[in-house]
């Protein structure tokens, strides 16, 4: 069996640091909020190229906690407006309704799946305070205009870096592009921990601030609390296994860019369609491929088929979040690209494990993939 991705596999390749890191930190008998976290932090921020990383508990923590800061701060209200793509990870969305604020759902474009700049554009009412940009699969939204969608309307930016650590436009990286960043480091990200974990990102020395004491109870300092906080921290022992794992990331993405081209530039098949416009992305380090998904009519029968022949898949995501019964109150809107795009994705083996010959098998099978019932 090829799986779709082999966790186990991906951190054996440093198993001695991880471990050696792991006994430091137990020696060191200092478990929460010490030299781990910091040295991560500061790691990770100049990766990432802005002034400040603060580690939270989870990706959804670091899109939830930013929003609060910046109600904190005053730069948002109940009710504001956030603009996001309809096609993304609930998590997105959770972190704007948790928030009271109004997540207003706009539809992908369809060649890259990520936020449309014109139905942005479109959305954008005297209410809409800020866009939430997600990087879906590993490829950075269209940056550029959307920052200069939002200088014009004055509005904030966040960006959903969940699923592109490293990935790059014009020399910025994902994280340095809004006004704060939310990454995950769920284990199977393209940078996971061994649990979980998250940071934000920025260059905001005052939202910065805000979140050290939002992530400890609301605290700057110990036993006095400016805001209600809440408990979203990032473990030292998590910090520790996620700085030994940062010196290997871009290497692994030049791996997972090698496979993507051998998919991109081996697969073919009229019933299949592959991810477009990212030829271009490849030149441009735009792409990290969390996610290689491709798009077909016959996503379930093609998923069967390689399965049986020993290929396994998933879907990212078999429902959108507008259908989902957590939002009953939007399951009668209609956003038609993201309904076809939630039918028709599959998402093939991809990981800094996976080897070229199982690369080769799994394009093997999606070119002699031929549908049922259709002539
Ligand atoms: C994984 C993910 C999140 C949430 O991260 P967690 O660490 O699982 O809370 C948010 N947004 C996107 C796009 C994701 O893929």
Known sequence: MIPFLDLKKVNQQYQDELKAACNRVIDSGWYIGGQELEKFEQNFATYCGTKFAIGVANGLDALILVLRAWKELGKLQDGDEVIVPANT??????????????????????NSLNISVEALEQAITPHTKAILAVHLYGQLADMPKIMQLAQQHHLLVLEDSAQAHGAEMEGIRAGHWGDASGFSFYPGKNLGALGDAGAVTTNDAELASMLKALRN???????????????????????????????YLDQETTHRRQIANLYLSKIKNPYIT???????????????WHL????????????QYLLENGVQTLIHYPIPPH?????????????????????????????????????????????????????
């Open 217 to 247: 109870y609301g605290s700057h300092e110990k036993y006095k609390n400016l805001v209600p906080g809440v408990n979203s921290r990032l473990d030292e022992i998590q910090a520790a296994m996620l700085d030994v794992k940062l010196k």
């Open 89 to 110: 990870y609930i998590a997105s969305i959770l972190a704007i309704t948790a928030n009271h604020l109004k997540a207003v759902l706009v539809e992908p474009d369809v």
């Open 274 to 288: 592959l991810p477009l416009s990212q030829i271009d992305a490849l030149e441009y380090k735009q792409h990290v």
């Open 292 to 303: 290689f998904v491709l798009q077909t009519e016959y996503r379930d029968q093609l998923q």
């Open 323 to 375: 259908k989902q019964q957590a939002y009953k109150e939007w399951n009668d809107l209609s956003f038609p690209v993201t309904e076809r795009i939630h039918q028709q994705v599959l998402s093939l083996p991809m990981g800094s494990t996976l080897t070229l010959d199982e690369a080769e098998k799994v394009i093997e099978l999606c070119n002699s993939f031929r549908p049922q019932g259709v002539h």
